[in-house]
């Protein structure tokens, strides 16, 4: 609230307009005179006053059509306004209580009647704007804990991912760019930016299962017989029942892409040959952006795949291992996907793009 307080007065009647300044002026008010509706709304537009007193009787728009258009102005709907009128019926009060008003004055004045009223009204919007802004900071303060909360999580999760990652011996890297390769998919797929966020920072705990499987058949170099596939193909149910059960939402999908990435478009993929929409947005776009990780870059048992040679394999497998809408992102918007690729990459990678380029 300004100081002093800045105070609108409509009234069509100048004596009125006169004899009620007279008589706020000496409590200190700034008032604005406005001679009608019209006038009054120009004058808020310009500047947004503390208190409204606006008479009912007008030529053109009344003090009721006067009050509507003001309430239907978001920034004004704080602002008080005391109805002035030589009306007394109950039927008026009635009225412009209904329409929003917060008091109502009658005609001829009584002076120390206008001053008790009008100050009343401007200690309750005073109290009213202290406890919104003490309710906004006190909303800040908890936005921020609750970042800070994500934030911590979200490094935690990283972390153990990165452990998990490097007991599987893939990558340092890996789990950054399937972070942001599935925060793009999550973007382009047109989720919200809190769905999308929590997506990205949860999807590094996609194998996280992988740390209940043995060291025999995770580092195994040669193929897996069908009783080490049935154990590898645990891991994601491993990690949905590590993660399963929390109330906070960023561990919550993290489970569920744990559980899900292994799961394809048609329904062949494990552990629950689920199928479609039946997935989880999240599983889908983490698939993609694990298989798109794993073709692109360099591991220990392969070369790298030529990004065309990659985009024709999603190609391929759209509405097969892949959902139809996630491929059609990718080979749209393949130029950002390969960006993340190149600005996350591998002491390995690097040496082989360095030569290339050399």
């Known amino acids: 609230m300004k100081n002093p307080p800045d105070v609108l007065i409509v009234d069509d009647t100048l004596a009125n307009l006169k004899t009620l300044a007279a008589i706020l002026k000496e409590e200190n008010y700034k008032i604005r005179p406005a001679t009608n509706g019209k006038v009054a709304l120009e ?18 728009m009344n003090g009721f059509e006067t009050c509507k258009a003001i309430k239907n102005i978001p920034s004004c709907n704080s602002i008080p306004i005391i109805f002035i009128s030589a009306l007394d019926d109950i039927a008026d009060k009635i009225k412009a209580f209904s329409m929003g008003g917060s008091d109502y004055i009658t005609k001829p004045f009584r002076e120390e ?5 009008v100050a009343t009204q401007l200690k309750i919007k005073r109290y009213q704007d202290t406890m919104e802004d003490l309710v906004t900071e006190a909303l800040n303060k908890v936005n921020i804990l609750n970042q800070e909360l994500i934030d911590t999580q979200s490094d935690l999760l990283f972390k153990l991912s990165e452990v998990c990652e490097s007991r599987s011996k893939e990558t340092g890297l890996h789990v950054k760019r399937v972070s942001e390769f599935s925060y793009l998919f999550a973007q382009y797929y047109g989720c919200g930016e809190e769905e999308a966020q929590l997506i990205k920072h949860a999807s590094p705990m996609h194998d996280i299962g992988k740390i209940g499987i043995p060291d025999s058949i995770l580092h195994k170099s040669g193929k897996l017989d069908p009783q080490e596939w049935e154990i590898m193909q645990s891991h994601p149910t491993l990690g949905y029942e590590i993660l399963h059960g929390s109330h906070r939402p960023l561990i919550n999908i993290a489970a569920q892409i744990a559980h899900e990435h292994h799961e394809k478009w048609d329904g062949t993929g494990y552990p629950r040959k689920i199928a479609g929409n039946e997935i989880s947005i999240a599983g889908r776009i983490v698939a993609c952006a694990d298989v798109l990780d794993a073709l692109l870059c360099e591991r220990c048992y392969k070369p790298a795949w030529e990004a065309d040679k990659v985009m024709t394999y999603f190609y391929e497998q759209s509405g097969k291992h892949f959902d139809p809408d996630l491929v059609g992102i990718l080979l749209s918007q393949k130029k950002d996907f390969l960006g993340i690729k190149n600005s996350f990459q591998d002491k390995l990678d690097q040496e082989i793009t360095d030569k290339n380029f050399a």
């Not at 004058?43 to 053109?60: F, H, T």
């Not at 009647?113 to 009223?117: F, N, Y």
């Open 43 to 60: 004058s808020i537009n310009q500047s947004l006053p503390d208190l409204i007193l606006l008479d009912i009787k007008m030529p053109d």
């Open 113 to 117: 009647e206008v001053k008790a009223r």
